[in-house]
T-cell receptor
Framework: AQSVAQPEDQVNVAEGNPLTVKCTYSVSGNPYLFWYVQYPNRGLQFLLKYITGDNLVKGSYGFEAEFNKSQTSFHLKKPSALVSDSALYFCAVRDKQTGANNLFFGTGTRLTVIP | GAGVSQSPSNKVTEKGKDVELRCDPISGHTALYWYRQSLGQGLEFLIYFQGNSAPDKSGLPSDRFSAERTGGSVSTLTIQRTQQEDSAVYLC??????????????FGPGTRLTVL
């Protein structure tokens, strides 16, 4: 079975400080991993993905994420947070092996960047 | 206007009525997905279309839910005899499809459904 856990419902960080939004996953095979961001009353916007290759993935708006197979994690990071980064962040996984076509999403983490 | 579009943006209906939600995918995308986002929940997969293949309906919560995709493009999600627990944001996404070796899903703005 595939699943994603985002252990923190809420993350607060001061503007200019580094931010981390945590994600762990469970799949039977090898994962495809994604991060999406949702601003109020908007759909999800794609940030970045891990398919294969380098464990450190760089995406939009200065975000990056590191795939850690041994810890089954894919934490989202940014070196210096902006107030405009405040939003709801979703981690998602697809199992390469199962043939399931849809993504399995975590329940989301609300990031608040404090000026 | 190259993104996924959905209509209506908001829909309020009475319990027991039928509703139709529409999705226009990105041009050239062969794969189309419907998800449901309930308050405080993550996204729940509903149904997946890939080209002319039979859809993957494994996520539909009951037989009151159905979807079709005409001409490999526009899709309609229909909920019959709506119940209050159907209240949610319904999100549509499209992608090039795994056959293209790439399957980043791009989401529309969603339809907020409220069942009174």
């Amino acid at each position: 079975a595939q699943s994603v856990a985002q252990p923190e419902d809420q993350v607060n960080v001061a503007e200019g400080n580094p931010l981390t939004v945590k994600c762990t996953y469970s799949v039977s095979g090898n994962p495809y991993l994604f991060w999406y961001v949702q601003y109020p009353n908007r759909g999800l916007q794609f940030l970045l993905k891990y398919i294969t290759g380098d464990n450190l993935v760089k995406g939009s708006y200065g975000f990056e994420a590191e795939f850690n197979k041994s810890q089954t994690s894919f934490h989202l990071k940014k070196p210096s947070a902006l107030v405009s980064d405040s939003a709801l962040y979703f981690c998602a996984v697809r199992d390469k092996q199962t043939g399931a076509n849809n993504l399995f999403f975590g329940t989301g983490t609300r990031l608040t960047v404090i000026p | 206007g190259a993104g996924v579009s959905q209509s209506p943006s908001n829909k309020v209906t009475e319990k027991g009525k039928d509703v139709e939600l529409r999705c226009d995918p990105i041009s050239g995308h062969t794969a189309l997905y419907w998800y449901r986002q309930s308050l405080g929940q993550g996204l729940e997969f509903l149904i997946y279309f890939q080209g002319n293949s039979a859809p993957d309906k494994s996520g539909l919560p009951s037989d009151r839910f159905s979807a079709e995709r005409t001409g490999g493009s526009v899709s309609t999600l229909t909920i019959q005899r709506t119940q209050q627990e159907d209240s949610a944001v319904y999100l549509c996404a499209s992608s090039l499809g795994w056959l293209a070796g790439e399957d980043t899903q791009y989401f529309g703005p969603g339809t907020r459904l409220t069942v009174l």
